[in-house]
Nanobody
């Protein structure tokens, strides 16, 4: 049984940092591209970053580029999102998603919620002004 579990969310002041983690079990982790998404109340789910199976390719939404860094540790079956210079607009539920891909890239439609194989239940990030 596949499980995907996010952690690391919390309440921080604007300008601060958080590091999210996502641990997956029940699958061969390095067969999957991984992505981070977020959803604020009343908004659609937004793809913010993806990382290829080996970690060699990474993509970011413009809204987080230069502030967020995605990484993965395949030996630990864990995905990370380092978030710096946080603003209240970053407040949302953050989700990670796993997508089985037979190649080492995630550039095609990485930002779309559709087509992902497994999702976690999310971790809440709240940024105070």
């Amino acid at each position: 049984q596949v499980q995907v579990v996010e952690s690391g969310g919390g309440l921080v002041q604007a300008g601060g940092s958080l590091r999210l983690s996502c641990t997956a079990s029940g699958l061969t982790f390095d067969d999957y591209a991984m992505g981070w998404f977020r959803q604020a109340p009343g908004e659609e789910r937004e793809g913010i970053s993806c990382i290829s199976r080996s970690g060699s390719r990474k993509y970011y939404a413009d809204s987080v580029k230069g502030r967020f860094t995605i990484s993965r540790d395949n030996a630990e079956n864990t995905l990370y999102l380092q978030m710096n210079v946080l603003t209240p607009e970053d407040s949302a539920m953050y989700y990670c998603a796993a997508t089985f891909l037979p190649y080492d890239d995630c550039s095609v439609f990485w930002y779309r919620s559709a087509g992902k194989d497994y999702w976690g239940k999310g971790t809440l990030v709240t940024i105070s002004s």
